[in-house]
C-alpha cells in the first residue's frame, strides 16, 4: 500500500500525559500536513512540514503541541500533557512536489483517533 | 479569518438524480479549490481539484469555479446509495502552505 500511512489509529491517554502520533507520507510525497477534526467540527490546518522544516504552524496551539519530519523515519505530531479538550481525529496528508502541475493536492491517511480520558 | 462556508445539509436525493453541492469562500488569493468525501469514521478522500474558471469533468463528477463569485461548486450526476457521505469543499491558502476546509455538506442519497 503506498498509501498515507499513520499509527497509532486510535490512541487512549490519561490527562497529562504525551501522547505521539506518527505520520509517513505516500511514497515520492515530500510535504507534509496535520489536521484535527473535533466532532462536529470541520478539519483544521495545524502544521506543514517539509524534511527538517517546518514551513508553517500557524494553526498549531502555542503550547504543549510541537510537530517535526526528521531527514530518516516518519513525521511525529507530540502533543504534552494532555487534556480532554485535545480528544479528537488527526489527519495527517501529504502532498507532491508541486512542480507537478496539482498544485497543493493533498492526499490523507487513516487517521488517529486520540481519547483523553 | 479566511472561512470557506457550505450548506450542511443534509441533502437528499432519490438514486439516478443530479445533487448539487455549492461552497463560497474568502480568501481571493485562493488559487487551488477541493472537493474531498468522507464517509462516517473515515478520512477525507480527494475527488476534484480545480484551478480554472469554468467546469471540470470527472466521471460522474463536475467541479465548477467561478473566482469573480468566489464560488465552488459539485454536481454530482446518476447519484448512488454509496455516494452518501460528507462532501468537504476546501481552498488553499494564499500562501499555499495550507486547505481550509468548510464544515462539510452531508448528502443522503434514497434507493
Known amino acids: 500500500n503506498a498509501g498515507v500511512m499513520q499509527n497509532p489509529r486510535h490512541l487512549v491517554r490519561r490527562r497529562g500525559q504525551e501522547a505521539r502520533l506518527r505520520c509517513s507520507p505516500m511514497k515520492g510525497h515530500s510535504h507534509v500536513y496535520w489536521y484535527r477534526q473535533l466532532p462536529e467540527e470541520g478539519l483544521k490546518f495545524m502544521v506543514y512540514l517539509q524534511k527538517e522544516n517546518i514551513i508553517d504552524e500557524s494553526g498549531m496551539p502555542k503550547e504543549r503541541f510541537s510537530a517535526e519530519f526528521p531527514k530518516e523515519g516518519p513525521s511525529i505530531l507530540r502533543i504534552q500533557q494532555v487534556v480532554r479538550g485535545d480528544s479528537a481525529a488527526y489527519f495527517c496528508?501529504?502532498?507532491?512536489?508541486?512542480?507537478?502541475?496539482?498544485?497543493?493536492?493533498?492526499?490523507f491517511g487513516p487517521g488517529t483517533r486520540l481519547t483523553v480520558l | 479569518q479566511k472561512e470557506v462556508e457550505q450548506n450542511s445539509g443534509p441533502l437528499s436525493v432519490p438514486e439516478g438524480a443530479i445533487a448539487s453541492l455549492n461552497c463560497t469562500y474568502s480568501d481571493r488569493g485562493s488559487q487551488s479549490f477541493f472537493w474531498y468525501r468522507q464517509y462516517s469514521g473515515k478520512s477525507p478522500e480527494l475527488i476534484m481539484s480545480?484551478?480554472?474558471?469554468g467546469d471540470k469533468e470527472d466521471g460522474r463528477f463536475t467541479a465548477q469555479l467561478n473566482k469573480a463569485s468566489q464560488y465552488v461548486s459539485l454536481l454530482i450526476r446518476d447519484s448512488q446509495p454509496s455516494d452518501s457521505a460528507t462532501y468537504l469543499c476546501a481552498a488553499d491558502n494564499q500562501a499555499g502552505t495550507a486547505l481550509i476546509f468548510g464544515k462539510g455538506t452531508t448528502l443522503s442519497v434514497s434507493s
Open positions: 480545480i484551478y480554472s474558471n
Open positions: 496528508a501529504s502532498s507532491p512536489e508541486w512542480t507537478s502541475g496539482a498544485y497543493n493536492e493533498q492526499f
